[in-house]
């Protein structure tokens, strides 16, 4: 029995692209393709809904970070077009495309430790193999929360 793994360190665990539950199996098989199951603790992650959230995270950051610069190059230095599409365009894509594999990991650990989805079962399973003296950290599934 292991003590319940918090939302931060759930949320840490999946953007660093390993096991929520464990912290030690990988979380994705390919780039975007969350495993069926955790090679170490055999969690099941079939029931994942991440769709287009992480994508839409990745373009709000990366865009909040991208666009002050680019204005701040543009004021101060005035370069030619070129040459800041030859700089811009490759910061904005490498960004995006570095970011998007961590913030799904980090979406999959949140769905995880709230219960949502088809997490609720594994969730109430974890909360009944919870040591004693330990509070179960509450759940979005959770009947009292709905109540």
Not at 53 to 63: D, F, H, M, Q, S
Not at 97 to 124: C, D, N, T, Y
């Amino acid at each position: 029995m292991t003590a319940p793994v918090s939302l931060q360190k759930a949320l840490w665990r999946g953007f660093t692209m390993k096991c929520p539950n464990c912290g030690q199996g990988h979380l994705f098989g390919r780039f975007l393709k969350v495993v069926d199951n955790c090679e170490v603790c055999s969690e099941d992650y079939t029931p994942q809904r991440a769709d287009d959230l992480p994508a839409y995270l990745v373009i709000a950051v990366v865009g909040h970070l991208v666009v002050p610069a680019l204005l701040a190059v543009e004021i101060a230095y005035s370069p030619p077009a070129w040459l800041e599409l030859l700089i811009w365009l490759p910061v904005t894509g490498l960004s995006a495309l570095l970011l998007l594999q961590p913030v799904k990991g980090a979406i999959v650990g949140l769905q995880w430790q709230k219960g949502m989805h088809g997490f609720e079962a594994g969730s109430r399973r974890r909360d009944r193999e919870a040591p004693d003296g330990v509070t179960p950290v509450p759940h979005l599934a959770s009947k009292e929360l709905v109540s």
